[in-house]
Structures are given as C-alpha cells and as structure tokens.
C-alpha cells in the first residue's frame, strides 16, 4: 500500500474518531462542548500532522457538518456552518504551517491558531451573522455567539496541546 492510500485509511480512521466523539457529545450533552470540541480539535490537527495537511482540511470540512447531521449542533446554528468549517481550515493551516519552522513551531502554531480561529468565530457570531442577516432569532444569535466565544479558544487551545501530547508519545514509540 501506497502513503497515499495509507493517509487516506488514516485519514477514514479519524474521522470515525471524531464521529464518535461527536456521538457521545449527544447522547451526553452536558460533557458536549467541554469534551467534544477539545477531542475534536486535537483530531484535526493529528491529521494535518500524520496524513497531510489536505486530509486534515478535509476531516475539517466534514465535522461541523456531520455534528450536524447527527444532532450535535443544533439546527438553529446551521447557516453558521460555513464559517465553522473556515474557523477549522484556519486552526488546521496555521498549525500544520508553524509546525514546521522548528521544535517549538507546534506549539506556537496550536496558539496562534486557537486565536485566530476564536477571533473569527467569535467575530462572525456576533457581527457577521447580523451583518448578512442569516440568524435574525436574537435567542439563536445570543446563544451562538456564546458557543463560538472565550469557549472556543479553550477547546482548541486543549485540543492542540493534547495533540502535541499524543503525537510526542507516538514519536517515542516510533509509530510515526
């Protein structure tokens, strides 16, 4: 088997990672964004670094829509979709492209990513979105701009480092 092939069985293989982690987020709403979104991020950016940035994008494109498929975000927050997936590509780019420069390029890249991704989700949630007029319910626009708030760089600042983590533990195992 090629690495091409090999990336994209991996790449198959996280993404059903993240379904689960979206499915218990469902059936355990309560744990959701607190263990969902930090298990979630930390998917995306194993798959930028083990398969590729193209597949990491690619499991970030499909996992705002799949959580909403399977009723993990709720459907009042589908026109906000788009801009979820831009937020991933942003935290998957930014990452995948400070991990490159040198030892400690990961970790600036899981930082700076986390905040840029907050700031424009944060930003969209509460100007863009009135802006464009796609949620006019002001229940729904305060409740998304809560959800895509401080909540979000936490996630992704936790899901980066516990990446790091596991890709540091994998390396030493000589898996990677």
């Given at each position: 088997m090629n690495n091409n092939s090999k990336n994209l069985v991996r790449g198959g293989l996280f993404l059903a990672i993240a379904i689960i982690f979206?499915?218990?987020g469902r059936?355990?709403?309560q744990v959701s964004q607190v263990f969902v979104g930090p298990a979630v991020?930390?998917?995306l950016l194993l798959t930028a670094s083990i398969c590729g940035i193209w597949i990491?994008?690619?499991i970030g494109i499909l996992t705002p829509i799949l959580a909403f498929a399977l009723g993990q975000l709720p459907a009042p927050f589908a026109?906000?979709?788009p801009f979820i997936i831009i937020g991933n590509v942003i935290f998957i780019a930014l990452y995948y492209n400070?991990?490159?420069i040198n030892k400690?390029?990961?970790i600036i890249g899981v930082i700076v990513g986390a905040v840029v991704k907050f700031l424009f989700l944060y930003l969209c949630a509460t100007k863009i979105i009135i802006l464009l007029n796609l949620i006019t319910n002001p229940k729904v626009v305060s409740k998304l701009s809560v959800a895509m708030g401080f909540l979000q760089l936490i996630t992704a600042l936790v899901g980066g480092i516990v990446a790091i983590i596991l890709l540091t533990l994998l390396k030493k195992r000589k898996q990677l």
């Open positions: 979206q499915m218990i059936v355990y709403p991020n930390a998917v990491g994008i690619g026109p906000f979709i400070f991990s490159k400690i390029g990961k």
